[in-house]
């Protein structure tokens, strides 16, 4: 229960699968590291993620509170989180693994054409990390004006905003090896253009934006 709703009449509940091996198949339910918002334990811990409803065509993961260890190099080589069982078309470009500090970021994965549930899974390798994770799903529906294009990995549906790499931790994070970042922007009406200022952008040899 998380306090009264519809003038006091009845209760607002909150939804959240905080023990590994457990399912969240409510719209805006929470995945919860053990232990949550203490250091999570070491091992892997796997949550699963229903459909709601059959009408859903997408998960956006909200990354609320996700830290995890930096990566070495760019490199995801100790804690990691993992999101599988998606359709082909964000199969393209679903990171392998991410790591690092994620709070404040977010990812669409299109479910369309699945029908096990999808996945994720973390990986804490070090006994002494201090990871930790809340994840809000939201549920899309197909017919829903937030829905976001097939093929995005982030989506962004206001007239201004930030286009971020995961672990930017305000500029001073490393990029993570072996990505493919898309990033959509929903058409706003009464716009004409789109103007792009980047207050970090840095990228190594063969590194290069479309």
Request: net charge negative; glycine share 8%.
């Given at each position: 229960?998380?306090?009264?709703?519809?003038s006091s009449f009845g209760v607002c509940?909150?939804?959240?699968?905080?023990?590994?091996?457990?399912?969240?198949?409510?719209?805006?339910?929470?995945?919860?590291?053990?232990?949550?918002?203490?250091?999570?334990?070491?091992?892997?811990?796997?949550?699963?993620?229903?459909?709601?409803?059959?009408?859903?065509?997408?998960?956006?993961?909200?990354?609320?509170?996700?830290v995890l260890t930096n990566p070495m190099?760019?490199?995801?080589?100790?804690?990691?989180?993992?999101?599988?069982?998606?359709?082909?078309?964000?199969?393209?470009?679903?990171?392998?693994?991410?790591?690092?500090?994620?709070?404040?970021?977010?990812?669409?994965?299109?479910?369309?054409?699945?029908?096990?549930?999808?996945?994720?899974?973390?990986?804490?390798?070090?006994?002494?990390s201090n990871s930790k994770w809340k994840?809000?799903?939201?549920?899309?529906?197909?017919?829903?004006?937030?829905?976001?294009?097939?093929?995005?990995?982030?989506?962004?549906?206001?007239?201004?905003?930030?286009?971020?790499?995961?672990?930017?931790?305000?500029?001073?994070?490393?990029?993570?090896?072996?990505?493919?970042?898309?990033?959509?922007?929903?058409?706003?009406?009464?716009?004409?253009?789109?103007?792009?200022?980047?207050?970090?952008?840095?990228?190594?040899?063969?590194?290069?934006?479309?």
């Amino acid at each position: 229960p998380q306090g009264a709703c519809a003038s006091s009449f009845g209760v607002c509940c909150r939804f959240s699968a905080n023990t590994c091996g457990s399912k969240i198949s409510e719209n805006n339910g929470y995945i919860e590291s053990p232990n949550y918002p203490n250091a999570a334990p070491s091992g892997l811990c796997q949550f699963e993620i229903e459909k709601c409803d059959t009408g859903v065509c997408q998960y956006r993961l909200v990354f609320e509170d996700v830290v995890l260890t930096n990566p070495m190099m760019g490199s995801c080589d100790n804690d990691t989180v993992m999101v599988s069982n998606v359709d082909p078309v964000s199969v393209a470009t679903v990171p392998p693994a991410l790591c690092g500090t994620l709070t404040g970021q977010e990812m669409y994965v299109w479910v369309n054409s699945t029908d096990t549930a999808s996945k994720v899974l973390f990986n804490v390798a070090d006994m002494t990390s201090n990871s930790k994770w809340k994840i809000r799903v939201e549920q899309v529906q197909c017919t829903s004006d937030n829905l976001a294009p097939r093929g995005c990995l982030t989506y962004g549906t206001t007239t201004a905003g930030s286009i971020q790499s995961y672990n930017i931790q305000g500029g001073n994070g490393e990029l993570l090896n072996n990505q493919k970042f898309s990033h959509c922007l929903k058409y706003q009406d009464g716009f004409c253009d789109v103007a792009f200022t980047a207050s970090k952008f840095d990228m190594g040899t063969g590194e290069s934006p479309t």
